[in-house]
């Protein structure tokens, strides 16, 4: 199994990125899939889920300017990332469960595509 990320960048404030992450050997429909990001002297937080059901959550910090989303077809996962600030400034992983439910813990972990956001 493998989850790849792409799409990350250096952007101003305000801006816009689309995260990518590919699987291959796992399929993204119906399984619990998220997306992390480490900020520069930070721990590993989470920024949004989705499980196999389709339910999502975000991190407060990222309500209503980011979006996690799947296309089940190219079995990507995504993450559309609008006005995006300063604090955004991280690199971005995906994670994936080996099942529906997010009651375990992930996997699968992506190397992780840097996010670079300039005031």
């Known amino acids: 199994v493998q989850v790849v990320e792409s799409g990350g960048g250096s952007v101003r404030a305000g801006g816009s990125l689309r995260l990518s992450c590919k699987a291959s050997g796992y399929i993204v429909s119906g399984s619990c899939m998220a997306w992390f990001r480490q900020r520069p002297g930070r721990g590993r937080e989470r920024v949004a889920i989705?499980?196999?059901?389709?339910?999502?959550d975000y991190a407060n910090a990222v309500k209503g300017r980011f979006t996690i989303s799947k296309d089940n077809f190219e079995n990507i996962l995504y993450l559309q990332m609008n006005n995006l600030e300063p604090a955004d400034t991280a690199m971005y992983s995906c994670a994936a469960v080996d099942g529906r439910t997010c009651t375990t813990g992930f996997d699968y972990w992506g190397q992780g595509t840097q996010v670079t956001v300039s005031s």
């Open positions: 989705m499980d196999g059901r389709g339910i999502i």
